[in-house]
């Protein structure tokens, strides 16, 4: 009887592997909340977190009205999505959109291995800093939930 030598999986795949079972648990994760989210209604369920920046301050930030805005989207309702917070859609459409410029990327084996570069991350906190200013001014009432 001979025994088999143990098998060694390089490095490489290893990391790979793990990288895979953290998506997908990523994936199960995003998956669960959205079913939660579309199965309670957030404007009529009292277990979601509120926002506590906005109880200490009464001031809304860029995260406000996100839970509704999700639910509204979950349910095809795009403009009461985007009157919740338009900060989610503009989000999810660069994110699309980077997703798919990736995917391009990487078929033509052209990408660099950087899903958002720094500077675009850097773009994207000011987008959403000067979102939370308006949504706070009479002038930008209309981006309030
Ligand atoms: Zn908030």
Known sequence: MTIAPPQISPPVAAARSARWRVGLLLAALALGLAALIFFFNPATHQFYPP???????????????????????????????????????????????????????????????????????????????????LRNLPIGNFLSP
Not at 59 to 78: D, E, V
Not at 85 to 100: Q, V, W, Y
Not at 116 to 123: E, M, Q, S
């Open 51 to 133: 926002c506590q920046f906005h109880r200490v301050t009464g001031l809304n930030c860029p995260g406000c009205g996100m839970t509704r805005a999700i639910y509204a989207l979950l349910h095809g309702h795009f403009t009461a999505a985007l009157r919740d917070n338009a900060l989610l859609l503009f989000l999810l459409a660069i994110l699309l959109g980077r997703s798919a410029w990736v995917g391009v990327q990487k078929r033509r084996g052209r990408w660099n291995g950087q899903i958002i570069p720094a500077k675009y991350l850097w773009l994207l906190l000011l987008v959403a800093l000067v979102f939370s200013v």
